[in-house]
C-alpha cells in the first residue's frame, strides 16, 4: 500500500477512504490468521507507505491487521482520530512500532491475547494482556505485556521501591517473597530497561566468604589478631557509607577441621587487607627447637584445670602424649567441715568459709593448667598442638545456663467446734458436820469448773475460755462459787503459703538456695555441782530450717532438661511437753529428692501431700451422759477437722546465650523496681520522711552513682 505524500491535505483526506478500502479488499483475500506464528513469519511482508490523516482508530487498526496479517479487535471505549505518516516505504514491523506508538499518545495500546490483538485503554492493559515472558523476551515497542525476574541475590521487596518510579502509572509492580521474583506488567521497551537495571542490581554482595587455608599457623590463635586488626584498620570506605560500617561487616570463624580462616570483609579492599595480613602472619615460627616447643592458650569458658585432666586422659589413651610424665590427676580432697566452735567475732562458718574451694596448679604430662588465669600450658610439637587446640576449640564453648522456677504451695484448713456444761453443788444446812458435792468437771469444754471457781475464790488464775461462756453462782455460806459453766465455740482457719524459691545455674552444675533461719541445737552440756568453781558449758550445732532447694540440671538434645532435685521444708515446731525444755527446739520435716526430666519451659509437679484429718473428743459422766436430752448436762463434746493440701510445682527454662540472660534478668528488675514504686508511703503532713529506696532505672545505675559521689576537694592556694 503506497500513500503519495505530496498531494494537498485536503485531497488526501479525500482520497485516503478509497485506499484503505482497497487495502480491507486485498486483507479480505489474505488467509485467516494464525495464532501460532512466529514473529518473523508474523511481520513478513513488502514495505508499505503510511499515509493517515486524522484517520479513524478502528479504521487504521484494520488496516494495519490486514498488513500484518493479523486480525485486530477495538475496543467499543477506544474512540478518536490517528495520524501515521512514513515518507519512504518501512517494513509491516516498523510501521507496526509507529501504530504502537501513536496509540500510546493517545491513551490507547495493543494486547495479545492467543493470537488476537486488541486495542484497549492503557488502563485495562493489565487484566486483558495474555502475552508473559519468564526471563529475557524478544518483544520490543509499546506494546503492553507482563515479564516475570527471578532474582539471585537481591531481595524482591528491596527493589520494588526502586522500580515503582520507572514504571507508568497504569502499570504495576509486584514482589513475590516465595520464590524471591517480580512480577511487571508494563510496555515492552521500558522492561527491557528494567530488565539491564534488574540485572546490574541482582548482583552477589560484596561480602562474599572466602576460605584461607594456613600453613604455618594455628586458625585458633590467630583469628582474634585478625578480627581486631581488621575492625581498628583505616580502609575507606565506599562514600554516603556510615563511618565503622565496613569494619563491623568484617567477620573472621575458624575451622578446626582443616586449619583455616573463613572471612567475610564489607568490600573486596578489606578483603584483599586482610589476605595480606594473614599471609604475613601466616609464617614459622623461628627458634621452636630452643623455645621446647611451649604454648599458652587462654581459655574462655571452661575450667582450666579440669580440662587439663579431660586432654590428657584424652591423649594418653590414645598414645599420643609419648612419656610426658603421668597424667593421671591427684583425687582431689574433699572440703571437710571442721566442728563449730567459738568462732573468732562470733562469725558463723558459712560467712567465713569460700565459695568454693580454689585450685592449685595441675601438674603432669604435657598439659599444666593454671588456674590464677584460666590458661593451659602445653608442650609438644606443632602437630600434636594443633591436635590439642581442635580439641580445646570444641570443649571451651559457652555453656548454657538453666533458669529454675519452683513454687511450693501448701494449703491447709481447720474447723474445731466444741460445747461442754460443767456443774457443781453443795448439799446440806448451815451447820451440819458433813455435806454432799456433787458436779462434773471436765476440760473438753473448755477450762475445769473447778478452776474457775478458785480464780473467783482468789485462789487462782485460770480465764473462761474462748467462745460463748454462761456461768450461774451461788451463795456458799457466804462465798460465792460456781454453781454451772455453759461453753459453746466453734473456730475455723485457713492458711495459703505460696513460696517461690528461684535460681540459675550453669549446665551440669550444682546450685543450692536456703530461705529460712539459722536455728541452734544442744548437743552436749556440762554442768559442775561440787564445791570447786562452777563452769558449766553447752555444745551448740546451728542447722537451717526454711526452704532448701539443691537442684543439678542437665540439658539434653531437644530441649529437655534432666534434673536431679532435693527439696526441703522445715519449721520450727514449739514444745510444750514436760522434760523436753531443755532438749532444744523440735522441727518439722517435708523433704523431695527425684530426678526428673522436664522440657524446655514446661510446668512439672515434683510431688504434694494431702491430708485429711477428723477428731472427736468426747468427756461424759458413766450411764447418766448416755442417756437423751438429760445427758447433755453430764458431757462435753470437741469436734476438730484439720485439711492440708502439699504441692511442689517446678518450671526449667534454658538460656543459651547472653541475651536471653540479660531479657530476663532486666524482666525481674523492673518487677522489682515496680513493686518498690507502688509501696510507697502516703504523704503525711505530720511525718516529713515519704521517700522510700527505689531502684535505679536500667542504664541510670552508673549515672546516678557518679552523681551521688562526693565532689573531689580542691586545694586551696596559697595567700
Request: without cysteine; proline residues 7%.
Given at each position: 500500500?503506497?500513500?503519495?505524500?505530496?498531494?494537498?491535505?485536503?485531497?488526501?483526506?479525500?482520497?485516503?477512504?478509497?485506499?484503505l478500502?482497497?487495502?480491507?479488499?486485498?486483507?479480505?483475500?489474505?488467509?485467516?490468521?494464525?495464532?501460532?506464528?512466529?514473529?518473523?513469519?508474523?511481520?513478513?511482508g513488502?514495505?508499505?507507505?503510511?499515509?493517515?490523516?486524522?484517520?479513524?482508530?478502528?479504521?487504521?487498526?484494520?488496516?494495519?491487521g490486514?498488513?500484518l496479517?493479523?486480525?485486530?479487535?477495538?475496543?467499543?471505549?477506544?474512540?478518536?482520530?490517528?495520524?501515521?505518516?512514513?515518507?519512504?516505504?518501512?517494513?509491516?514491523?516498523?510501521?507496526?512500532?509507529?501504530?504502537?506508538?501513536?496509540?500510546?499518545?493517545?491513551?490507547?495500546?495493543?494486547?495479545?491475547?492467543?493470537?488476537?490483538?486488541?486495542?484497549?485503554?492503557?488502563?485495562?492493559?493489565?487484566?486483558?494482556?495474555?502475552?508473559?515472558?519468564?526471563?529475557?523476551?524478544?518483544?520490543?515497542?509499546?506494546?503492553?505485556?507482563?515479564?516475570i525476574?527471578?532474582?539471585n541475590?537481591?531481595?524482591?521487596?528491596?527493589?520494588?521501591?526502586?522500580?515503582?518510579?520507572?514504571?507508568?502509572?497504569?502499570?504495576?509492580?509486584?514482589?513475590?517473597?516465595?520464590?524471591?521474583?517480580?512480577?511487571?506488567?508494563?510496555?515492552?521497551?521500558?522492561?527491557?530497561?528494567?530488565?539491564?537495571?534488574?540485572?546490574?542490581?541482582?548482583?552477589?554482595?560484596?561480602?562474599?566468604?572466602?576460605?584461607?587455608?594456613?600453613?604455618?599457623?594455628?586458625?585458633?590463635?590467630?583469628?582474634?589478631?585478625?578480627?581486631?586488626?581488621?575492625?581498628a584498620?583505616?580502609?575507606?570506605?565506599?562514600?554516603?557509607?556510615?563511618?565503622?560500617?565496613?569494619?563491623?561487616?568484617?567477620?573472621?570463624?575458624?575451622?578446626?577441621?582443616?586449619?583455616?580462616?573463613?572471612?567475610?570483609?564489607?568490600?573486596?579492599?578489606?578483603?584483599?587487607?586482610i589476605?595480606?595480613?594473614?599471609?604475613?602472619?601466616?609464617?614459622?615460627?623461628?627458634?621452636?627447637?630452643?623455645?621446647?616447643?611451649?604454648?599458652?592458650?587462654?581459655?574462655?569458658?571452661?575450667?582450666?584445670?579440669?580440662?587439663?585432666?579431660?586432654?590428657?586422659?584424652?591423649?594418653?589413651?590414645?598414645?599420643?602424649?609419648?612419656?610426658?610424665?603421668?597424667?593421671?590427676?591427684?583425687?582431689?580432697?574433699?572440703?571437710?567441715?571442721?566442728p563449730?566452735?567459738a568462732?573468732?567475732?562470733?562469725?558463723?562458718?558459712?560467712?567465713?568459709?569460700?565459695?568454693?574451694?580454689?585450685?592449685?596448679?595441675?601438674?603432669?604430662?604435657?598439659?599444666?593448667?593454671?588456674?590464677?588465669?584460666?590458661?593451659?600450658?602445653?608442650?609438644?610439637?606443632?602437630?600434636?598442638?594443633?591436635?590439642?587446640?581442635?580439641?580445646?576449640?570444641?570443649?571451651?564453648?559457652?555453656?548454657?545456663?538453666?533458669?529454675i522456677?519452683?513454687?511450693?504451695?501448701e494449703?491447709?484448713?481447720?474447723?474445731?467446734?466444741?460445747f461442754?456444761?460443767?456443774?457443781?453443788?453443795?448439799?446440806?444446812?448451815?451447820?451440819?458436820?458433813?455435806?454432799?458435792?456433787?458436779?462434773?468437771?471436765?476440760?473438753?469444754?473448755?477450762?475445769?469448773?473447778?478452776?474457775?471457781?478458785?480464780?473467783?475464790?482468789?485462789?487462782?488464775?485460770?480465764?473462761?475460755?474462748?467462745?460463748?461462756?454462761?456461768a450461774?453462782?451461788?451463795?456458799?455460806?457466804?462465798?460465792?462459787?460456781?454453781?454451772?459453766?455453759?461453753?459453746?465455740?466453734?473456730?475455723?482457719?485457713?492458711?495459703?503459703i505460696?513460696?517461690?524459691?528461684?535460681?540459675?545455674?550453669?549446665?551440669?552444675?550444682?546450685?543450692?538456695?536456703?530461705?529460712?533461719?539459722?536455728?541452734?541445737?544442744?548437743?552436749?552440756?556440762?554442768?559442775?555441782?561440787?564445791?570447786?568453781?562452777?563452769?558449766?558449758?553447752?555444745?551448740?550445732?546451728?542447722k537451717?530450717?526454711?526452704?532448701?532447694?539443691?537442684?543439678?540440671?542437665?540439658?539434653?538434645?531437644g530441649?529437655?532438661?534432666?534434673?536431679?532435685?532435693?527439696?526441703?521444708?522445715?519449721?520450727?515446731?514449739?514444745?510444750?511437753?514436760?522434760?523436753?525444755?531443755?532438749?532444744?527446739?523440735?522441727?518439722?520435716?517435708?523433704?523431695?529428692?527425684?530426678?526428673?526430666?522436664?522440657?524446655?519451659?514446661?510446668?512439672?509437679?515434683?510431688?504434694?501431700?494431702?491430708?485429711?484429718?477428723?477428731?472427736?473428743?468426747k468427756?461424759?459422766v458413766?450411764?447418766?451422759?448416755?442417756?437423751?436430752?438429760?445427758?447433755?448436762?453430764?458431757?462435753?463434746?470437741?469436734?476438730?477437722?484439720?485439711?492440708?493440701?502439699?504441692?511442689v510445682?517446678?518450671?526449667?527454662?534454658?538460656?543459651?546465650?547472653?541475651?536471653?540472660?540479660?531479657?530476663?534478668?532486666?524482666?525481674?528488675?523492673?518487677?522489682?523496681?515496680?513493686?518498690?514504686?507502688?509501696?510507697?508511703?502516703?504523704?503525711h503532713?505530720?511525718?516529713?520522711?515519704?521517700?522510700?529506696?527505689?531502684?535505679?532505672?536500667?542504664?541510670?545505675?552508673?549515672?546516678?552513682?557518679?552523681?551521688?559521689?562526693?565532689?573531689?576537694?580542691?586545694?586551696?592556694?596559697?595567700?
Amino acid at each position: 500500500m503506497i500513500m503519495n505524500p505530496r498531494l494537498p491535505l485536503r485531497a488526501r483526506k479525500r482520497r485516503w477512504p478509497a485506499t484503505l478500502s482497497a487495502v480491507l479488499l486485498a486483507g479480505a483475500l489474505l488467509p485467516p490468521p494464525l495464532a501460532a506464528q512466529s514473529p518473523a513469519t508474523r511481520f513478513a511482508g513488502d514495505p508499505v507507505t503510511l499515509n493517515f490523516v486524522n484517520a479513524d482508530i478502528e479504521a487504521v487498526s484494520r488496516a494495519m491487521g490486514a498488513i500484518l496479517k493479523q486480525q485486530f479487535v477495538v475496543d467499543p471505549r477506544v474512540k478518536g482520530t490517528i495520524t501515521l505518516f512514513s515518507e519512504q516505504a518501512i517494513s509491516p514491523r516498523e510501521a507496526y512500532l509507529n501504530y504502537l506508538a501513536a496509540l500510546r499518545g493517545l491513551g490507547f495500546t495493543v494486547v495479545e491475547v492467543g493470537g488476537l490483538f486488541k486495542v484497549v485503554p492503557e488502563a485495562d492493559a493489565k487484566l486483558q494482556t495474555g502475552t508473559v515472558a519468564i526471563g529475557e523476551t524478544n518483544r520490543r515497542g509499546d506494546q503492553i505485556l507482563t515479564q516475570i525476574f527471578r532474582l539471585n541475590h537481591e531481595n524482591a521487596n528491596n527493589l520494588v521501591p526502586v522500580l515503582r518510579p520507572l514504571i507508568s502509572p497504569n502499570n504495576t509492580i509486584n514482589a513475590n517473597p516465595g520464590n524471591n521474583s517480580l512480577v511487571i506488567t508494563d510496555y515492552a521497551d521500558n522492561l527491557q530497561r528494567i530488565a539491564r537495571i534488574i540485572a546490574a542490581m541482582d548482583t552477589p554482595a560484596a561480602g562474599e566468604v572466602e576460605v584461607i587455608p594456613l600453613q604455618h599457623a594455628v586458625a585458633s590463635d590467630l583469628a582474634p589478631i585478625v578480627q581486631r586488626l581488621a575492625d581498628a584498620s583505616g580502609v575507606a570506605a565506599v562514600p554516603g557509607t556510615p563511618a565503622g560500617a565496613a569494619g563491623a561487616s568484617t567477620s573472621i570463624l575458624v575451622d578446626p577441621r582443616s586449619n583455616s580462616l573463613l572471612v567475610k570483609a564489607g568490600s573486596p579492599a578489606r578483603m584483599a587487607t586482610i589476605r595480606s595480613l594473614i599471609e604475613r602472619l601466616d609464617q614459622p615460627l623461628q627458634g621452636q627447637a630452643a623455645s621446647g616447643n611451649v604454648w599458652v592458650v587462654h581459655l574462655k569458658n571452661a575450667d582450666a584445670t579440669k580440662l587439663a585432666q579431660v586432654l590428657r586422659a584424652a591423649f594418653t589413651s590414645t598414645g599420643s602424649a609419648g612419656g610426658g610424665g603421668s597424667s593421671t590427676p591427684a583425687p582431689s580432697q574433699p572440703i571437710v567441715a571442721q566442728p563449730q566452735t567459738a568462732a573468732a567475732g562470733g562469725a558463723s562458718i558459712q560467712s567465713t568459709s569460700p565459695v568454693s574451694a580454689g585450685a592449685g596448679p595441675s601438674t603432669g604430662g604435657f598439659i599444666q593448667a593454671d588456674p590464677s588465669t584460666n590458661s593451659l600450658i602445653i608442650t609438644a610439637a606443632e602437630p600434636l598442638y594443633r591436635q590439642v587446640r581442635a580439641m580445646i576449640d570444641q570443649l571451651d564453648s559457652r555453656r548454657a545456663q538453666v533458669y529454675i522456677e519452683s513454687m511450693i504451695v501448701e494449703v491447709s484448713g481447720s474447723n474445731a467446734a466444741d460445747f461442754g456444761l460443767q456443774w457443781q453443788g453443795l448439799l446440806g444446812k448451815d451447820g451440819d458436820r458433813y455435806g454432799l458435792g456433787i458436779g462434773t468437771n471436765t476440760t473438753v469444754g473448755g477450762p475445769s469448773i473447778v478452776s474457775l471457781s478458785q480464780t473467783l475464790a482468789g485462789q487462782g488464775t485460770t480465764l473462761p475460755g474462748e467462745g460463748l461462756n454462761i456461768a450461774l453462782l451461788r451463795n456458799y455460806g457466804g462465798t460465792y462459787a460456781l454453781a454451772a459453766v455453759a461453753r459453746a465455740l466453734q473456730s475455723q482457719a485457713n492458711t495459703n503459703i505460696v513460696s517461690t524459691p528461684n535460681l540459675i545455674t550453669l549446665d551440669n552444675e550444682e546450685a543450692k538456695i536456703v530461705v529460712g533461719e539459722n536455728v541452734p541445737f544442744i548437743t552436749g552440756q556440762f554442768t559442775n555441782t561440787g564445791t570447786a568453781t562452777t563452769s558449766p558449758f553447752q555444745t551448740i550445732e546451728r542447722k537451717d530450717v526454711g526452704i532448701t532447694l539443691r537442684i543439678k540440671p542437665q540439658i539434653g538434645e531437644g530441649g529437655t532438661v534432666r534434673m536431679t532435685i532435693y527439696q526441703e521444708q522445715s519449721a520450727v515446731k514449739e514444745t510444750t511437753a514436760a522434760g523436753t525444755s531443755n532438749a532444744g527446739p523440735s522441727t518439722t520435716k517435708r523433704s523431695i529428692e527425684s530426678t526428673v526430666v522436664v522440657d524446655d519451659g514446661a510446668i512439672l509437679i515434683l510431688g504434694g501431700l494431702i491430708s485429711d484429718t477428723f477428731t472427736d473428743s468426747k468427756a461424759k459422766v458413766p450411764l447418766l451422759g448416755d442417756i437423751p436430752v438429760i445427758g447433755n448436762l453430764f458431757r462435753s463434746e470437741k469436734r476438730e477437722k484439720n485439711r492440708s493440701n502439699l504441692m511442689v510445682f517446678l518450671r526449667p527454662t534454658i538460656l543459651r546465650d547472653a541475651g536471653s540472660a540479660s531479657k530476663l534478668s532486666l524482666d525481674r528488675y523492673d518487677l522489682i523496681r515496680a513493686n518498690q514504686k507502688d509501696a510507697q508511703p502516703a504523704t503525711h503532713p505530720l511525718i516529713p520522711l515519704k521517700d522510700a529506696p527505689v531502684l535505679p532505672p536500667v542504664g541510670a545505675s552508673a549515672s546516678a552513682s557518679a552523681a551521688s559521689a562526693p565532689a573531689p576537694a580542691t586545694a586551696a592556694s596559697a595567700p
